[in-house]
């Protein structure tokens, strides 16, 4: 097993499991306020990191040009701060399942938006992954 796939299926562990403790947390936690609480300890977090990385790596905000700054930080007010909500909002009023499955159908939306914005290539095996994943959504959603 090749590194990208054990990071990522950490990855998929911890969400999990923060997605099970998000919805215990939420039995007396506004949404709104989960929401900002998990995206401001996340940042600490992130921030921390990313300044404590050895010179090379550490922030040099100069050399990624403003167009990609702006580009960035508008990705993260769409995904953790619109989408934050959202997925909160889901959890308390769906259940941690739901909200998790539907949450993960993103590359249902994402591929088309890929095709005609990034003008990516999309193979027929990926057209046919949007169908049974589009399927899947709807056999738990329903």
Not at 27 to 45: E, G, M, N, P, Y
Not at 100 to 110: C, G, H, N, Q, T
Not at 115 to 139: D, Q, W, Y
Request: positive net charge; aromatic residues 6%.
């Amino acid at each position: 097993m090749g590194k990208g796939v054990a990071l990522a299926l950490v990855a998929a562990t911890l969400w999990a499991a923060g997605s099970i403790t998000l919805k215990i947390g939420l039995t007396k936690v506004d949404t709104f306020v989960a929401a900002a609480i998990r995206v401001v300890t996340s940042a600490l977090l992130l921030t921390t990191l990313a300044f404590s990385r050895p010179p090379p790596e550490r922030l040099k905000l100069n050399s990624y040009g403003t167009r990609n700054l702006i580009l960035v930080a508008s990705a993260g007010l769409l995904t953790y701060g619109v989408g934050a909500i959202g997925y909160v909002t889901a959890m308390h009023l769906i259940g941690a399942g739901k909200t998790v499955l539907l949450s993960a159908s993103a590359p249902v939306f994402l591929l088309p938006l890929s095709v005609l914005i990034l003008k990516e290539r999309l193979s027929p095996l990926a057209l046919v992954g949007i169908f049974v994943a589009i399927a899947g959504i709807c056999l738990v959603a329903l």
